[in-house]
């Protein structure tokens, strides 16, 4: 099976169909709670969310090598983490977001040169820096931005023209200055703006390459 070729001890018979089960079961829960959540009712999405999420766990930790258990648990927390905040819980919605986050830099680890996961992991670091602007936590800022900086680096080197990209670009770099400027420093503070500026003046001589 696709799935459980990554797996180093080559699981077969009984195990395969204990495992095809629980995958099984788990992705129906999942489902169970987007048809709850587009119907309205977030507490009733909540649970069933939470049960795909107990089983998605128990899977990853027992196939550690398998990508797609790592996979739909990330979007597990992902999920929970979009209700919980719909839901006003803002701290404990957060706290799932950066589950998801985890996820992601695992899977980046494993294929660090797959541009698609290096996306995923730098959109979503950017994403929860401005979480934790909610808390007002600058140095878990500076951290974040500084390691999503990088990747959205690279990936606006593979591809120079895409304007999401040159925008994530722009954008965290004058996150950083704002933030570096705070802390006193200045000399890289004056860096980032720079950086930010350079993109920031592509899109406002190029209107039509501003992201839709």
Known sequence: MQLLKEHESGSAGEEKDDYDHEHQHAATWFNLGVVAQRSGDLHEALEHHKRALRIRESLSQRYPTVSEFQKVLGHSHLAISDLLMRRNEFRSGVESYRKWVEVNRRLYAKQPDHLPQK??????????????????????????????????????????????????????????????????????????????????????????????
């Open 119 to 212: 996306m995923e992991l730098a959109s979503s670091l950017h994403q929860l820096g401005h979480f934790e602007e909610g808390f007002g936590n600058n140095k878990a800022m500076i951290s974040i931005f500084e390691e999503a900086l990088p990747l959205a680096v690279e990936i606006q080197r593979s591809i120079p023209n895409d304007p999401i990209w040159l925008r994530h670009r722009a954008e965290l770099s004058e996150h950083l200055g704002n933030l570096y400027f705070k802390d006193d420093r200045f000399v890289e503070a004056l860096e980032q703006f720079e950086q930010a500026f350079a993109g920031l003046e592509y899109f406002a001589t190029q209107p039509e390459a501003n992201p839709k």
